[in-house]
């Protein structure tokens, strides 16, 4: 089925120069880039993204962490596209994701996992509105 999904790669992954590495391994499973932006998130912006962690142990620390930096945000779109992307991106902690995985390659520890992809159609519908508004996404 042809999806989107909402894309973010992390202050970490920012920093260390990794927006190129993922966009190429993102094209290389024929999926496209429809938006694109850099964005600094507030606290209060990281907490509304990630309100589904609300009150669970790593909130606090993970709402600093994606505060902390510029994000590059994008919307994703192909054939499956949010499980594609969420099987290159690996599991969220490094020591648990497969070889060749964005995050086995790449991530600092269970936080600082240089990406994140939406979990759901669901999800990517709220995520997706939540940084971008209709005229900053292609149509086609
Ligand atoms: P994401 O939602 O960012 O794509 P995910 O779906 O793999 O990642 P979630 O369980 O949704 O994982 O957690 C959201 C983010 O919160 C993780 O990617 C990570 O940055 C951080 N996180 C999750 N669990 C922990 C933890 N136990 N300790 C510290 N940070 C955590
Ligand atoms: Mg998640």
Redesign the pocket.
């Known amino acids: 089925m042809r999806e989107c999904t909402l894309s973010?790669v992390?202050p970490d992954g920012v920093a260390n120069n990794l927006i190129g590495e993922v966009i190429r391994r993102v094209e290389a499973k024929n999926i496209k880039v429809i938006a694109a932006k850099m964005i600094l998130m507030t606290k209060e912006q990281a907490k509304g993204f990630?309100a589904?962690?609300e009150g669970?142990?790593?909130f606090e620390?993970?709402t600093d962490?994606?505060s902390s930096g510029p994000c590059m945000v994008m919307v994703l779109e192909g054939e499956d596209a949010i499980s594609i992307y969420?099987e290159l991106?690996g599991?969220?902690?490094k020591d648990n994701a497969k070889e060749g995985t964005i995050r086995r390659d790449f991530a600092t520890?269970?936080?600082?996992?240089v990406?994140?992809?939406?979990?759901s159609t669901e999800t990517a519908e709220f995520e997706i509105r939540y940084f971008f508004n209709s005229l900053e996404i292609q149509k086609r």
């Open positions: 973010i992390k990630y589904v962690h669970k142990p790593f620390s993970v962490f994606m969420r991106m599991a969220t902690n520890d269970i936080e600082k996992n990406v994140h992809g939406s979990d």
